[in-house]
């Protein structure tokens, strides 16, 4: 069974999440750390129950929100554990294909395309606007 956790620093984790199921609806087996929220909590306290509910077959896909970050550093550890796959830097195009992608499909294809077409969401519009501008102008 594959299984989510989104963990970033503040309150993006909670954040996105609402995004996400306006887009999707709930999604199951989703874990959320927002790191550094309550000073009495760590992030490695938080993470504990995650990895505790995992099953040999579970395989766990972590999304962070900044590579080279303290919470991606702690999460390192997590990804050299077999069927956990650590992603840093993403956005919500790629936390939605992720998982709403098949299950038959082996991961890290789903990982491979999410980050390239997640990439492709990013645009500068203004950019974009000047240059349909420009051939609108050309073709006139």
């Known amino acids: 069974m594959r299984k ?3 963990a970033t620093h503040g309150a993006f984790a909670q954040g996105i999440k609402s995004s996400l199921e306006i887009i999707t609806g709930e999604t199951e087996n989703l874990f959320l750390i927002g790191a550094y929220l309550n000073q009495d909590i760590s992030v490695e306290d938080e993470l504990m129950p995650v990895l505790n509910g995992l099953s040999e077959d579970d395989e766990l896909i972590i999304f ?3 590579l080279g970050g303290s919470v991606n550093n702690i999460m390192i550890r997590e990804a050299l554990r077999p069927n956990v796959h650590l992603i ?3 956005n919500l195009p790629l ?4 998982i709403l992608s098949d299950a038959d499909t082996p991961i890290e294809d789903a990982i491979s395309g999410a980050i390239i077409n997640a990439r ?3 645009a500068y519009v ?3 606007i000047e240059l349909q501008q420009q051939n609108d102008f050309d073709n006139d």
Not at 95 to 98: R, S
């Open 4 to 6: 989510f956790l989104i």
């Open 64 to 66: 962070t929100d900044l």
């Open 88 to 90: 840093s830097g993403f």
């Open 95 to 98: 936390l939605i294909e992720i």
């Open 120 to 122: 492709e969401q990013m």
């Open 126 to 128: 203004n950019k974009l």
